[in-house]
């Protein structure tokens, strides 16, 4: 058990659905690309499931791929508890190798920009190639660019914030720092007991700087062809995206 209430697999989890989980301005673009480029779909990077288990919902055969066994531990017990028959699969976007070919492969949320630079992205580029069907679709968000702040000199954005069980969870924003190559998104993560103890752990991701023309030259390198662009609107609490369309 940790100081904040439960073992790490659980936290690890809790604290992805309340950064990722509540995003919903991107599900009706999947939605519509399942329904046009048909079934199997594989999603990387699934995470708990948040698109995976919407796709799953609305019919479509579905294969979650994610580097996180916890998470996928947690997408599994959703899918069965909601009578859906879902495929996970742990493996790393860089170097998965499934054996089947799919009619559409998702990256939603920022995940292409988490893979270690061009390196890392084109060799999950040339995976996704290799795993289309002919005249099948593959689609990837990249998060608009991230302007820098920290809490001394701008408003940070507000917490997301969620009780349980009487423990009180809140992740906040505290700095975006602008690199060169990227962006370093810094948070604070509390709990609070039921008793008032606090406990409170930095984390940060780093997001690669990527640009839809840059991904698709990086995509035709790695023999996918450019098929258009579709654009997420930003909300409230999230920055807009851009999902940027490939044939194989
Ligand atoms: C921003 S989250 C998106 C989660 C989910 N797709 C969603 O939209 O809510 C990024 C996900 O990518 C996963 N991830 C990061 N690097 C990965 C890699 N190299 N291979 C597979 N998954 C990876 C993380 O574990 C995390 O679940």
Redesign the pocket.
Known sequence: MSAEGKDAAAMAVLW?DLE??R?GA?LALWQALATDAGSPVL??????????LALARAGHEVVA????AD?LAALRDRASAAGLALETVQ????S?ELGRRFGLIL?????VQ???GAD?RGA?LRQAAHHLRPGALFACALADALEGFDAEHTQPPLPDIVEEDGWVYASQPVAVRIEADGAVIERIRQAVAPDGRRSAEGDAIRLDRLDATMLEREGAAAGLTPAGRRRIEPTEEHVGSEVVLFHG
Request: proline share 3%; with cysteine; aromatic share 8%.
């Open positions: 992805h990722c989980g995003y991107d999603d990387v990077g699934a995470g708990t499931g948040r698109v995976a791929l994610d580097l996180e998470l493996g790393d976007a860089r998965f990256a939603p949320m920022q995940t988490l893979l270690g890392g999950f």
